[in-house]
DNA sequence: TATTTATGTAATCAGTCCTATTACGGTTTG
DNA sequence: CAAACCGTAATAGGACTGATTACATAAATA
């Protein structure tokens, strides 16, 4: 699987936005972090808009900013906004409904996965981009 | 991204073989339930063999075994012996080191969904593949 | 022993998804 | 008006999945 690497680098461009404290940054300066190309980090920031996580200026001397203090922002919603598909991917080809396993098996089975993601999100839910942050400065201070 | 599918599979296979009690399970008639191709179910059976899950008897009137009680399988061994890859991506390409940011986002956020992946095994850790076959029966009773 | 039935594995192919890149129209500042 | 920047579409290269075919090997059986 060429499995997205989407979460992650949305939460670098949020930190990269974090700390510069509302000023706007360009796309391009992102990318120069990140380390893709800028149309690569529009496309994202496009995604965090629209989930209410940033907003951008247009124009000269416009870019990116937060929407919210990084207190507010878990690390589960810029999952969300990323709009991963779920981590267990359902069979491409639909069972054999006339025989007993084919019929109940992927229900029965989706029950534990359901849980299992939740409790992959709850732990999302439970840290915050400013925790990220804070730990961006701290290994930068141990350094 | 084209998410694997072989979990999911996987545990159909092995409950398919559950439902046998030790007698010898042909490939052709698992993918006959599963509805994909019997090469297919081979080489999912070759990794579930190379996790100690089932064992093959080679030869006519030979197939797949279950190698273990179901009530010794956990959902997580399965999940292990499928080989997926991380949950969470990391960035194809190295942040740029000379930044603050660059250099130390990554392992911050390491942290967290490393623990968030450590909540997922552990419910699947929690499921044993004779849960699936119970509710498996159970269905069938309800319908 | 010859035949039949099955596994194990390799090779190939089409389809899908991801990221990078280019391009261009629209917007804001100066 | 010119410059800087965003938003979005289109395209291309790479990577991974699953389906299929093929074939050597192993075990049961007549």
Redesign the pocket.
């Known amino acids: 699987?060429?499995?997205?690497?989407?979460f992650c680098?949305a939460v670098h461009i949020l930190a990269s936005l974090a700390l510069q404290r509302g000023k706007?940054?360009?796309?391009?300066e992102i990318a120069a972090s990140v380390?893709?190309?800028?149309?690569?980090v529009?496309?994202l920031?496009?995604d965090l808009?629209s989930a209410g996580l940033t907003q951008?200026?247009?124009?000269?001397?416009?870019?990116?900013m937060l929407a919210k203090a990084p207190k507010k922002i878990s690390l589960l919603e810029i999952y969300r906004a990323m709009d991963e598909?779920a981590i267990v991917?359902p069979p491409?080809?639909m069972p054999n409904q006339t025989c007993l396993v084919g019929r109940n098996v992927q229900p029965a089975l989706r029950r534990v996965t359901e849980a299992a993601e939740a409790a992959f999100f709850a732990t999302l839910a439970g840290a915050s981009l400013k925790q990220i942050v804070k730990d961006i400065k701290a290994d930068s201070m141990a350094a």
């Open positions: 699987m060429a499995a997205s690497t989407r680098v706007p940054v360009a796309s391009e380390g893709t190309n800028p149309a690569v529009r496309r920031l496009s808009a951008s200026q247009l124009g000269k001397g416009g870019g990116a598909p991917a491409r080809s």
